[in-house]
């Protein structure tokens, strides 16, 4: 057998992958060719060498389909994580960002109620030193109350905002390994 022998024979071998890669492994095994002529190899000590047609065909096939099941598995996966950012995206906006701002509006409203609170005692010490005659000693104690109070809300203010904080960041957290497409250990 020579070279165009075995070249045709592979070709119809090869029938059932595309053109392009058909024209690919025709190529590789007339390089094959070349280099053995070059080495000074006759046509049939070349075939011999390289095997039978038809065992080349069926052991290139499953390499071809591989790799062709890896390019589509990863184009599926690379769409497939858009479509999670996507749908993410559109979940946090429409479901999870009002909520958050809400529960963080509520935050930020204890925050100040809590210096406000605690502003009241400073603001009816400084009404004392400036008008003493009007002064009422129950708008004093109406003033320690208020700032114990808000010294209350200061704590209970930093253990809410630790506890969103905290939750948001394990929220952030699943997000991420939603995209990354990994399960939860």
């Known amino acids: ?25 025709i190529q590789d095994f007339e390089e094959h060719f070349e280099m053995g002529r070059a080495e000074g190899k006759s046509d049939k000590e070349i075939v011999h060498s390289l095997g039978s047609p038809q065992q080349i065909a069926k052991e290139l096939q499953p390499a071809q389909e591989n790799e062709r099941k890896q390019a589509n598995s990863s184009r599926q996966s690379s769409f497939h994580r858009t479509g999670i950012v996507i749908g993410l995206f559109f979940f946090n906006l429409i479901i999870v960002l009002g909520p958050a701002l809400g529960i963080a509006g509520i935050i930020l409203s204890i925050w100040v109620s809590a210096f406000s609170f605690v502003a009241q005692l400073f603001i009816a010490v400084v009404q ?30 930093k253990y809410v905002t630790n506890a969103a904080i905290h939750i948001l960041s394990k929220y952030m957290a699943l997000n991420a390994r939603l995209v990354r497409g990994e399960s939860r250990s």
């Open 1 to 25: 057998m020579n070279k165009l022998d075995f070249l045709e024979e592979l070709a119809v071998y090869l029938q059932n992958l595309s053109s392009e890669e058909q024209k690919e492994i």
């Open 128 to 157: 004392w030193i400036i008008q003493p005659v009007s002064f009422y000693l129950f708008e004093l104690f109406a003033s320690i109350t208020l700032a114990g109070i808000g010294l209350l809300l200061f704590i209970g203010a």
